[in-house]
């Protein structure tokens, strides 16, 4: 597919990422193949998934797949998962050591490509509040659209970020795992099937 050799040749960000504390080149991480069924859609990659080359290789994705319910060899089968984050660079880090933000080009260079590029998605998940702001628009921060997950169920789940970050949002907030997590994962086993 051209649009994924593209995405894997871009250098867009050259400059930017050059100007951060790691100093790196951009390296996109692009996972996805047009008869993909499930759409996740993260953040940036990570430092460790800038180093392995494969979405979600960290703790992250480790609770992202507990929460799915799937195992690695599901998550990485591309007949079943695209992962196509907002931005396919790890974007380096700010003056605290948190992610930087993935930079606004990305998307708009590349997302509508990516996105008509995926004719069988049957079920998406928003992954934090970039993910969600693009596909849903409004205003609304990532608990109050993630509280209203029944508004889009079943084909789409907006998902805080599986990021330790956000351990204690998960233990204010027992809704997430009592009840979003069990419909998300009966979805899922239907869309698979
Ligand atoms: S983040 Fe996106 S736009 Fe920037 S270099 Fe990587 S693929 Fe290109």
Not at 21 to 36: D, E, G, L
Not at 81 to 99: E, H, Q, R, T, V
Not at 160 to 165: A, F, I, K, N
Request: proline fraction near 9%.
């Amino acid at each position: 597919m051209g649009v994924i050799e593209d995405i894997r040749a871009c250098r867009l960000c050259e400059a930017r990422f050059a100007a951060t504390a790691t100093a790196h080149a951009p390296r996109p991480v692009v996972w996805f193949r047009a008869s993909a069924r499930v759409l996740i859609v993260g953040q940036a990659p990570g430092a460790r998934v800038h180093e392995s080359g494969r979405p979600f290789t960290d703790p992250s994705g480790d609770r992202l797949r507990d929460w799915l319910g799937v195992d690695g060899d599901t998550f990485y089968d591309r007949e079943r998962f695209a992962i196509l984050p907002m931005a396919f660079c790890f974007p380096g880090y700010d003056s605290k050591g948190s992610d930087l933000p993935p930079p606004p080009i990305c998307a708009r260079t590349w997302r509508d490509q990516a996105m008509a590029a995926l004719g069988n998605v049957r079920l998406k998940l928003l992954v934090g509040g970039y993910a969600q702001k693009w596909h849903l628009g409004g205003k609304a921060g990532v608990t109050a659209t993630v509280a209203a997950w029944r508004d889009h169920a079943p084909d789409v789940f907006p998902l805080p970020h599986p990021s330790w970050r956000n351990t204690a949002w998960l233990k204010k907030h027992p809704w997430f795992e009592d009840e979003l997590l069990p419909a998300l994962r009966g979805r899922l086993k239907e869309v698979l099937e």
